[in-house]
């Protein structure tokens, strides 16, 4: 069982207000990644990042931003919410080297914005 | 470009065995992956195959891979009601990059 978790696991905030996503895991993992998931839809690279320090936006154009200043710990923040980002938001993490490139997924979190 | 391609949607009779189909454009995929999605869950990894090889079996998985038709599938033998789920086909060519299908959508009817 993957150690990767993500917090809250459902918010529904009003327009405007800012909110953090949290996504930490325990595995040591370099690469740690966010995507967004329209229900029923696949799966769009928001942010990734190689390590600390370390950030990058992905295919998908997003409003959020990343940050990373622990290995473990790899927040996602919406600075001002709208109903556009309504969506699941899966976070996930993997060593990145040859042979155990697997990602491991957190739960998600579910975003709800009225 | 990269772009891997599943059907949306499966349905089958409890027992039966399910194949999920997956297409993928970029011959250096170097991992294949099949992931599973569960209502209001993130996806878990089923099984992996590396490109160097044809098939892979583990318990009641299957996975088939035909580079030549980069054609890779998943089969499920004895389908229970608890394999209802979307199964996520991906692909990686070596880098950071893990390119995902659209999902397919199993049913299981009891």
């Known amino acids: 069982e993957a150690d990767i978790y993500q917090t809250p696991r459902y918010l529904v905030i009003g327009t405007g207000k ?30 990734y990042s190689y390590g600390v320090n370390s950030t990058e936006k992905g295919d998908l154009s997003s409003e959020s931003t990343v940050s990373r200043i622990r290995t473990e710990h790899f927040p996602l923040t919406l600075e001002s919410a709208r109903p556009s980002h309504t969506s699941q ?8 080297q040859p042979g155990t490139d697997t990602q491991y997924f957190g739960p998600g979190t579910r975003l709800t914005v009225l | 470009g990269e772009d891997v391609e599943q059907s949306l949607f499966l349905s089958v009779r409890e027992g039966d065995s399910s194949v999920i ?42 996975v088939l891979l035909n580079k030549k038709d980069k054609h890779l599938s998943l089969r499920i033998a004895d ?12 692909e990686n060519t070596g880098g950071f990059k893990t390119i995902f299908g659209a999902g397919t959508r199993l049913f299981v009817k009891a």
């Open chain 2, 21 to 62: 189909n997956c297409t993928y454009t970029d011959s250096s995929s170097t991992y294949l992956y099949w992931y599973k999605q569960e209502p209001g869950a993130g996806l878990q990894l089923l099984t992996y195959i590396f490109s160097n090889m044809d098939m892979k079996q583990d318990q009641r998985l299957t």
């Open chain 1, 89 to 96: 938001y899966l976070c996930a993490s993997n060593q990145g």
């Open chain 1, 18 to 47: 800012k909110i953090t996503l949290e996504c930490s895991q325990t595995m040591g993992h370099d690469k740690m990644y966010w995507y967004q998931q329209d229900p029923g839809m696949e799966l769009h690279l928001i942010h």
């Open chain 2, 79 to 90: 389908t229970q009601t608890g394999d209802s789920a979307i199964y996520f086909c991906a």
